[in-house]
């Protein structure tokens, strides 16, 4: 398998502020990395597909522009949410398209935005 | 469309029951299928996956059959654990390019002692 890593696990910010989240593979190099964001009791939704190198593929309904995306190395992506309101709080979680086609996922990132 | 349905929870069992949680799976082509499990807090593990047809997936006591007759993905466990209480998630893969999950809506489960 691949093992990911989120930062930070947690974090908290005032309406209006950015905030950025990382996703790293330790020990695969990763061309293709997922974001998902979840609500509580709830299924993930993928939110875009990161590919190293090139631009995001933002899913249906996502905002390119306020949910960015950077993908400039083969062991890291990041997800900056943008002038963040209390609505995009959620918890966020990454993976990584491995060997097989299997994707790994990170431990998560739970927003809260005040 | 392409879409995944799983048994509703919430679960609860008592330890050392059988569990079953159904999953079955609408799609074109031949999908790989996957179990995930989700802890409390925390992101999702993968816990066994099947790339064709009548393939078995199996990983700490659970297993998966890959029914492509009647479109299935059914988890068991013939004895749960207190530690298995979790949220389990199917999910499978487009065949092509994309590469991307679509997920069902998650079952609870709770083991109690």
């Known amino acids: 398998g691949a093992v990911v890593s989120q930062h930070p696990s947690r974090v908290i910010c005032k309406s209006g502020t950015s905030v950025k989240i990382e996703c790293r593979s330790l020990d695969f190099q990763a061309t293709t990395m997922f974001w998902y964001r979840q609500f509580p009791k709830q299924s993930l939704m993928l939110m875009a597909t990161?590919?190293?190198?090139?631009?995001?593929?933002?899913e249906q309904g996502v905002e390119k522009d306020k949910f960015l995306i950077n993908h400039a190395s083969l062991t890291l992506s990041t997800l900056t949410v943008t002038s963040a309101h209390p609505e995009d709080s959620s918890f966020y979680i990454c993976?990584?398209?491995?060997?097989?086609?299997?994707?790994?996922f990170g431990p998560g990132t739970r927003l809260l935005v005040l | 469309g392409n879409s995944v349905t799983q048994m509703e929870g919430p679960v609860t069992l008592s330890e050392e029951a059988f569990l079953t949680i159904n999953c079955t799976y609408t799609a074109t082509g031949y999908p790989s299928l996957f179990w995930y499990v989700q802890y409390p807090g925390e992101g999702l593990q993968l816990l066994l996956k099947a790339t064709k047809a009548d393939d078995k997936g199996s990983n700490k006591g659970f297993e998966a059959t890959y029914r492509k007759e009647t479109t299935s993905f059914h988890l068991e466990k013939g004895s749960v654990q207190v530690s298995d209480s979790a949220v389990y998630f199917c999910?499978?893969?487009?065949?092509?390019?994309?590469?991307?999950?679509?997920f069902g809506s998650g079952t609870q489960l709770t083991v109690l002692p």
């Open positions: 990161s590919n190293e190198g090139s631009k995001a593929t933002y």
């Open positions: 999910a499978f893969q487009k065949p092509g390019s994309a590469r991307q999950l679509t």
């Open positions: 993976s990584v398209l491995a060997s097989q086609e299997t994707q790994y």
